[in-house]
Structure formats: structure tokens, C-alpha cells
């Protein structure tokens, strides 16, 4: 049997190889996303995300039961439960856990954040556009991941972890501008509902209850008090991931007994079950149901929407090096952190290129920042696919010409 420290050795690698397989599905998915909404047969696209899953009678429970909602409110759930696990996890004994060694990751994605949101909202000066400004400051790890993989062995591990601790801070920022910047006003009846749920968590973990099922009943009241609480109910995935032990022993008797040694916390054990779910069958149903851009009603010719695109794009390929870069340059000049071993400055222009791999997230966010405008919203998913691409590109260009380099050279950048 596998002792712990084997499954921690190996696990990174695991993680590693589903999000890079799982990019590949995801390209899969968009592109026939995009191909369908452009097809003959474009109605059937729009009719299947429109398609109702619950009868009218649940119309005073839920704002809408689509399919659509479906996926974007309920199995996107599951998706940031995984982003809560991983969280919690890297706060526990992970690359968060200690503050010198996460403070350049931390770091350079502030820098990720602010440069495109910047560059986004000196782009769109009206105020019909403004809220947009959260699009361009999201990565896809599935994507960027995947894309660092096809560079091959010739990229540093330490490069590797970078990028999933930037990703993870990432998607922790993205969290806080979803509660913050798009969420509708706050019901207290909702926020009841939702402790209600939380006590329940709590009350199932103090009786060291293991099985994840019986978490289901308690995770759905939770969703629920977030929806009705006017906040996005795919938050409760976070929450519930973060309220999850990452120890083996937990509950009342938790130090009386001995704990087998071999044995996984609940965050590892519910990790591990639902990541290939959620990266082989989540993402790209999301990116399925959102990345169908119809470019027959795209129209670029408008201020507003040719600024979001122009905002997006510019943001994501060039706001996400830029601030990630200069803010790591700034934080090692100030001998606040240093590079890893094995670490260049092109690696770091590297991860900056990958960073701009928005994708779902930016997609994600884009749904909610311009629910109400149809045109921008197009503007804004269309712009992240083609910065998305130049992003990958550009990021696969340099890796490729820097491992090609001789090996005096590349010592010497």
C-alpha cells in the first residue's frame, strides 16, 4: 500500500497530465461550439441551451431551469468545489501553506490582475462597457496547462508549479470579484438558508461522517441559500470545498484514535473522485454551452463592442505578461522574493503568455458582467477565444525557440 508522501509525490504529476489531456477536450468542445452556432443548423444549438429541465411550477423557486442554467448555476458548482479543494489543500501543507515560498506566484498574479483590468478600462472609457473590466484578468489552468505540456520536458518542474499556483490565486481573485462586482442585492432570508446548510457541514463533520454523499443534502442547501441570498450559487462550491477537513482525522474523536497512516483526507479523497469528472465532463459541457459565438450577428463596427473586444483581447495578450512580468521583476529587485532554482526571466515572460489563456473563466465571467446586452456579451466571448489563441501561440512560439536555443545560451538569458 501507497503511503501518504507517495500519493503527495505523485499527485502534482496526476494533476498535471488530467488538466493537459483535459485542454485537448476543451479545444474540442469550443471549436464545435463555435463551428454548431455557425452552422445551418445554429437554431438547434440556441434551442438545446434553452431547453426547460423542471416544469413551470418551479418558477417561484428558481429564476430559471434551463439547460443553460443547468450548467452554467449547478454543474459549475462542482467545477469551483474542485478550485475550493485545491485551494484548501494548498493552504494546508501545498505551495500556499508557506508565505516565502508563495509570495512570487502571489505576487505576479496581482500584477496579472491589475495590468489587464487597467489596459481594459483605459480602452472602454463609456460607462456601458466599464463593467466588463474583470474579463481579461482570468486564466484557464486546464488550457495553459495543457499548452505548457506540449513543450515537453525541456520546461523547468519549478515552471510548472508556478503556473498552478498563479492559476489557483487566480481563480481565488476571480472568486472575490464574482462575490464583490456581480452578484445582485443581498436577501438575509437566503444568507439563513445558507447557514442553516454550513451548521449542518459542520454538524456532520463533528460526527466524523466520511461519505461524501451524505454532504449532497447539505451542499445543495447551501447552493441554494447562495442563489437566494443574490449572490452566484456556484460560490457554494468554493465554500463547501474550503469548509472540507484536510486532515484524516476530524470530528469530536479526532485524537483519541490512531489514524492509519495510509489514509487520505476528505480533500484528497473528494478531490481526486470529482477531477476527472469535472475536467473531462464539466469544463468542456461549460465550454460547449458557452462558446458558441454566432459570428453572423457579431458586429465590431460599434464603439462599444469593438472596445470590449479590443479591451479583451489587448488585456489578455498583453495586460497578463506585462503585469506578471513587471510585478515579479519589481518584488525580486526589492528583495522580496527571488526566482526558483532553474527559473529565467523567459520562463516568467512564458507564464505570463500562458496567463493570458483565459478561456471558460473569462467566458464565465463575460456571462455575468453583460447578461442584460446580448451584443457586448458576443463582442466579449468572441475576443476571449481569439485572444485565448494568440495568447497559446505566442506562449507555445517561445517556449519552442527557447528550448531549441544551444545550451550556452539559454544559461545566459
Known amino acids: 500500500m501507497s503511503s501518504p508522501a ?30 454548431w ?46 478550485v475550493g479543494l485545491e485551494i484548501r489543500r494548498e493552504l494546508h501543507d501545498g505551495a500556499l501553506s508557506d508565505y516565502r515560498v508563495a509570495t512570487l506566484p502571489v505576487i505576479a498574479a496581482a500584477g496579472g490582475v491589475a495590468a489587464p483590468a487597467l489596459i481594459y478600462v483605459l480602452i472602454n472609457t463609456e460607462a456601458l462597457t466599464h463593467r466588463g473590466w474583470a474579463i481579461p484578468t482570468a486564466t484557464d489552468i486546464a488550457f495553459a496547462v495543457g499548452i505548457l505540456s506540449l513543450l515537453g520536458r525541456g520546461v523547468p518542474p519549478a515552471l510548472r508549479m508556478l503556473l498552478l499556483t498563479l492559476a489557483i490565486i487566480d481563480d481565488i481573485v476571480a472568486i472575490l470579484v464574482i462575490a464583490f462586482f456581480y452578484s445582485s442585492g443581498l436577501n438575509p432570508l437566503g444568507f439563513a438558508v445558507l447557514g442553516a446548510g454550513v451548521a449542518l457541514v459542520f454538524a456532520l463533520q463533528w460526527l466524523e461522517v466520511r461519505r461524501p454523499l451524505a454532504y449532497v443534502l447539505p451542499g445543495a442547501i447551501v ?69 458558441g459565438v454566432s459570428l453572423a450577428g457579431l458586429d465590431l463596427s460599434v464603439g462599444p463592442t469593438l472596445g470590449v473586444a479590443a479591451g ?33 526571466w523567459h520562463h516568467m515572460l512564458l507564464l505570463g503568455l500562458l496567463g493570458g489563456i483565459g478561456f471558460t473563466m ?52
Open 6 to 35: 507517495t500519493h503527495e509525490r505523485f499527485w502534482p504529476l496526476t494533476f498535471i497530465s488530467v488538466e493537459a489531456a483535459s485542454g485537448v477536450v476543451l479545444l474540442i468542445a469550443a471549436a464545435t461550439a463555435l463551428a
Open 362 to 413: 473569462s467566458i464565465f465571467i463575460a456571462s455575468l458582467a453583460f447578461a442584460t446586452a446580448p451584443a457586448l456579451l458576443a463582442a466579449a466571448k468572441f475576443a476571449v477565444l481569439v485572444a485565448s489563441v494568440l495568447a497559446a501561440v505566442l506562449g507555445l512560439l517561445l517556449g519552442r525557440l527557447r528550448t531549441a536555443d544551444p545550451p550556452s545560451s539559454a544559461a545566459a538569458a
Open 312 to 344: 479583451v483581447v489587448a488585456g489578455l495578450v498583453l495586460g497578463k505578461p506585462l503585469g506578471i512580468v513587471l510585478a515579479a521583476a519589481l518584488a525580486v529587485m526589492l528583495g522580496i522574493c527571488a526566482l526558483p532554482a532553474g527559473i529565467r
Open 223 to 291: 447552493w441554494y441559500g447562495m442563489l437566494r441570498a443574490g449572490m452566484h450559487p456556484t460560490l457554494a462550491g468554493v465554500l463547501l470545498g474550503l469548509l472540507t477537513p484536510a486532515t484524516a482525522a476530524f470530528g469530536r474523536r479526532r485524537h483519541a484514535e490512531p489514524i492509519d497512516p495510509a489514509a487520505l483526507s476528505p480533500v484528497q479523497e473528494v478531490e481526486r473522485a470529482l477531477h476527472p469528472w469535472v475536467a473531462f465532463g464539466i469544463m468542456p459541457l461549460f465550454a460547449l454551452a458557452n462558446a
Open 37 to 82: 452556432a455557425n452552422s445551418p443548423w445554429a437554431a438547434s444549438y440556441e434551442a438545446l441551451w434553452h431547453l426547460d429541465l423542471l416544469p413551470p411550477a418551479f418558477d417561484a423557486l428558481l429564476p430559471a431551469h434551463d439547460l443553460h442554467f443547468g450548467v452554467n448555476d449547478g454543474l459549475m458548482t462542482v467545477f469551483f468545489l474542485v
